[in-house]
């Protein structure tokens, strides 16, 4: 959500533009003066490591047991289980058509080990830069290096801030060797594609209780530049006096345990992982139980700050409120639309700009999406925590297949045919050329898949995808590997959002 932080604290600038907030300036924000920068980070990560508990059932009774530890203790009980694109939350994937047509730096991407409820772990063999495929954040590194980060939440460190100042994208809390680490590009939703001369970003850095607005070295279309001088919680934020336009997602939830109707909360937000696992957070601390409705959440077209959008449905149903204003001090108090049908799916519920009536989101509702599989699911995570809690030299061994930690969670298991003929439909007539600059099919390939009887040109796309899986090594065919190839600047878009919806 386009951040316009709560109205407590004033931001004091020093001469060089920096600013120092100490809690005594804060209202309504009670610190204990005797805490050190670590005590602020414990409380955080206590919010965090609660992420998980939608995912791992086992692991909320953990955190409720122990919501004080702190990042560094959580982080020496390694695990060796690899994330979800869940787990973190979700990448930011911009599908802007204005960001598009701007230049993408690129960078080696990397696939981070989950190794405690919500904690990162990164294992960077040498120089360079590197961009964390979950979470977008992009490490610059003189050396070899281990890297544990964790996402915050904003709800706790937003009142650093006063009105002038707005979080552009996710806080994160990260430990590593500051002598090494040379710089964090920080992910953040703002669309900047015509007003890039219009904001000034900073990050806003917490340290001894108190918040530093630090300047930032650069930024592009979906990041800001900070030189790390020393690490605690820090994320993006932005200063501008015209309203914003953010990338959006929508998340769809809905109630359990209602045969005969249905009532859903319909969330709209900035692609921002900290907002979104504060979303997560709300959703399972209810008084009523929801499962979440996995459709595509990315909005196709901005959300702009203070406008007005309406949740419609092509079913008779209620909804409300009728309207939700984009900005922070609205969507808090009235975060998500209640949407509720007697009749049975399908349905399909679009999000609209109230004014112009354009169509932001949209997505059918069907009946298989409303099953509740919790309990299968939660049956079948324990069964896999018996089966892998064996031997040690088992574990050993599985530790052995999961040293490369860059392939990821979908390298190990090729696509299947479901899954590439998704990609061949987002294709367009460009699939040819990415056929053979980015998949390393030739001419005679292609030739040989234009001269077979298949008329149909999405079913020419599909045999050229799958040939390009058929000439891989086993286990090097799936989604991660097909990203890595297609991230292109000539790829559509929606090709990239999709692969990465898919992870």
Not at 390 to 402: C, D, P
């Amino acid at each position: 959500m386009v951040e316009d932080m709560a109205n407590s604290g004033e931001t004091k600038q020093a001469e060089d533009g920096n600013g120092d907030i100490p809690p005594s300036d804060l209202k309504g924000n009670e610190i204990n003066d005797g805490n050190t920068s670590s005590d602020s980070t414990e409380s955080s990560s206590g919010e965090s490591s609660e992420e998980e508990a939608e995912e791992e059932e086992e692991e909320e009774r953990e955190s409720e047991n122990g919501e004080g530890e702190s990042c560094a203790k959580e982080f020496s009980q390694e695990t060796d289980e690899e994330p979800k694109a869940t787990d973190s939350g979700n990448l930011l994937k911009h599908c802007c058509e204005k960001c598009q047509a701007l230049q993408r730096p690129q960078y080696d991407l990397v696939t981070p080990r989950k190794i405690s409820r919500g904690r990162l772990q990164l294992m960077l063999e040498e120089e360079g830069v590197y961009e964390c495929l979950l979470t977008g954040l992009v490490f610059e590194v003189s050396q070899k290096v281990r890297i544990r980060y964790c996402i915050l939440s904003w709800s706790k460190f937003g009142t650093y801030l006063n009105d002038s100042w707005k979080f552009a994208g996710p806080i994160f809390d990260v430990d590593c060797d500051p002598t090494i680490l040379k710089s964090i590009q920080f992910p953040h939703s703002l669309c900047l594609a015509d007003r890039d001369d219009e904001v000034k970003f900073s990050v806003l850095h917490v340290k001894n209780n108190q918040g530093l607005i630090e300047p930032s070295v650069d930024h592009s279309r979906n990041h800001i530049k900070w030189s790390v001088s020393s690490l605690s919680p820090v994320g993006p934020i932005v200063q501008t006096t015209k309203p914003t336009e953010h990338h959006g997602v929508v998340l769809v939830y809905k109630e359990v345990g209602q045969p005969d109707s249905y009532s859903f909360r319909v969330y709209l937000t900035s692609n921002n992982d900290s907002d979104i696992n504060d979303i997560r957070k709300e959703v399972r601390t209810s008084k009523k139980r929801y499962m979440k409705i996995e459709k595509p959440p990315i909005c196709q077209k901005l959300l702009k700050e203070n406008r007005k959008y309406r949740l419609i449905s092509d079913s008779e149903g209620d909804i409300t409120p009728e309207d939700i204003q984009f900005t922070l001090a609205v969507v808090k108090m009235k975060g998500y639309f209640e949407a509720f049908f007697e009749k049975h799916p399908p349905f399909k519920l679009s999000l609209m700009e109230a004014d112009t009536e354009q169509t932001v989101w949209s997505a059918i509702i069907r009946e298989r999406d409303c099953v509740d599989n919790s309990v299968e699911k939660t049956q079948k995570r324990r069964e896999n925590r018996k089966r892998s809690s064996t031997s040690e030299e088992e574990l050993t061994n599985k530790r052995v297949r999961w040293g490369d930690e860059s392939d990821g969670p979908g390298a190990t298991k090729d696509m299947t045919d479901q899954q590439l003929m998704s990609v061949a439909k987002c294709m367009g007539k460009e699939w040819k050329t990415v056929a053979i600059s980015y998949l390393d099919l030739t001419k005679l390939d292609l030739e040989d898949l234009l001269e077979s009887k298949e008329q149909d040109l999405t079913m020419m796309k599909f045999n050229m995808l799958d040939l390009w899986r058929r000439k891989q090594p086993k286990g090097e065919a799936g989604v991660t590997y097909l990203l890595r190839k297609l991230r292109q600047d000539d790829v559509p878009n929606e090709v990239i959002c999709l692969l990465q919806n898919m992870l």
